[in-house]
């Protein structure tokens, strides 16, 4: 028998998985990705074409994130060469990023936070924006004939 949790909304989750995590502006985020941070977009498409891409960020499908991060996994991403990386997750308004990189940290990237504000503050800062196209490939570094739940592609 599951023991279940006890239930609290989606905004007392957010101060939980914030409790204790720094999370930088748009300004620090840039910062730190000059200086080696990874930057990981996790918008869907639509909001890429709308809004455009912060230039040399890695994007990642929200529903790939884990497995293309885990250091340890068989779908990673060439970048993610450690659980040490400093990772900065983005999202259209700082909302879901909080809970993914919530997320990475349970996978052990203990440097894993989300950027304060999402793509939005980012874009209101005046940081580096350019329009979607062709981007910086994300395929996964070992088998990339196979979707993360271990189906074939196509």
């Known amino acids: 028998m599951a023991v279940s949790a006890p239930r609290q909304g989606i905004d007392a989750l957010?101060?939980?998985v914030r409790s204790g995590v720094r999370r930088p502006s748009a300004a620090e985020a840039h910062a730190a990705?000059?200086?080696?941070?990874?930057?990981?977009?996790?918008r869907y498409a639509a909001l890429r074409e709308r809004d455009g891409l912060i230039p040399g960020?890695?994007?990642v499908e929200r529903n790939e994130l884990e497995w293309r991060l885990d250091p340890q996994g068989s779908h990673r991403v060439a970048e993610a060469?450690?659980?040490?990386?400093?990772?900065?997750?983005?999202?259209?308004?700082g909302y879901?990023?909080?809970?993914?990189?919530?997320?990475l940290?349970?996978?052990g990237l203990t440097r894993a936070t989300d950027l304060d504000g999402g793509f939005q503050a980012w874009r209101a800062a005046?940081?580096?924006?350019?329009?979607?196209?062709?981007?910086?490939p994300t395929p996964p570094a070992?088998?990339?004939?196979?979707?993360?739940?271990?189906?074939?592609r196509g």
């Open 33 to 42: 990705a000059a200086e080696g941070a990874l930057l990981v977009d996790i």
């Open 126 to 136: 005046g940081l580096p924006v350019r329009a979607d196209g062709p981007g910086r």
């Open 96 to 103: 879901a990023s909080s809970l993914a990189a919530e997320s």
């Open 105 to 107: 940290r349970r996978l």
């Open 81 to 93: 060469t450690g659980h040490g990386v400093p990772v900065i997750v983005v999202c259209n308004e």
């Open 14 to 16: 957010l101060d939980e």
């Open 57 to 59: 960020a890695l994007i």
């Open 142 to 152: 070992v088998d990339a004939a196979r979707e993360p739940d271990g189906s074939d």
